[in-house]
């Protein structure tokens, strides 16, 4: 029997975890009963005070060396960047497929702000 499950439109509507994978009871919670950014709560914060605290470090990092992890970035930056390496993208892929597909093809892992 074949899985009928749109994993890619759950995970652009922040209604899993990533493809495959939905959130866990305490991520749930999280995003839904806490309102943690879905984005704040795949790179591990589970409380708002934990999404601020991340929010201000990845700002002080900006602003100390005027650069950023492709991480940080929004999907409109890193499919410019994936033009920049010729990897043919659409809007259709995850952050994270983004970020892996410019680290396999040589770019940084940081980039200018």
């Known amino acids: 029997m074949e899985n009928s499950i749109n994993w890619g439109r759950l995970r ?6 990533e493809i495959g994978i939905p959130w866990t009871p ?3 919670k999280a995003v839904f009963t806490l309102g943690v950014p879905a984005d704040s709560v ?6 708002m005070e934990a999404h601020n605290a991340l929010t201000q470090k990845v700002e002080a990092e900006i602003e100390k060396t005027g650069t950023i992890y492709l991480r940080y970035l929004n999907k409109e930056r890193l499919l410019k ?3 920049e390496y010729k990897i043919p993208a659409t809007e259709d892929a995850t952050n ?3 970020v892996q597909a410019l680290l396999d ?3 940084p892992k940081k980039v200018p702000v």
């Open 105 to 107: 093809a040589g770019a």
């Open 12 to 17: 652009e509507q922040n209604r899993v975890k």
């Open 26 to 28: 305490e991520e749930a």
């Open 81 to 83: 960047l994936c033009e």
């Open 96 to 98: 994270p497929v983004l």
């Open 42 to 47: 795949r790179r591990g914060c589970l409380t």
